[in-house]
């Protein structure tokens, strides 16, 4: 994969998140739910340490958010576990 030209937008997650709002990828985001998705996702675009703060490429990670399934609103406590993915 070649890198775009300028190389890598890297990003806190705090600045990922306010980006994704602001581009219409997702309706809301916090940088704490980046922080878990990226912890519990394998596929989660790569993410580098800087200081004490993690960073991802937006590059990358605005694409991967853009595709990413979700089922909001989804009660587990009411409906116990969604249906499988077919």
Not at 13 to 19: C, H, P, Q, T
Not at 37 to 64: C, E, H, N, S, T
């Amino acid at each position: 994969m070649t890198e775009p030209e300028g190389g890598p937008d890297m990003v806190s997650f705090r600045e990922l998140a306010r980006r994704l709002v602001a581009d219409g990828v997702v309706e809301t985001m916090s940088h704490q739910r980046v922080s878990k998705i990226a912890r519990d996702d394998p596929g989660f675009p790569p993410v580098v340490a800087v200081g004490g703060a993690r960073v991802v490429d937006y590059q990358l990670a605005r694409p991967w958010f853009a595709a990413r399934v979700t089922r909001p609103g989804w009660r587990t406590d009411l409906k116990g576990k969604p249906p499988a993915a077919e």
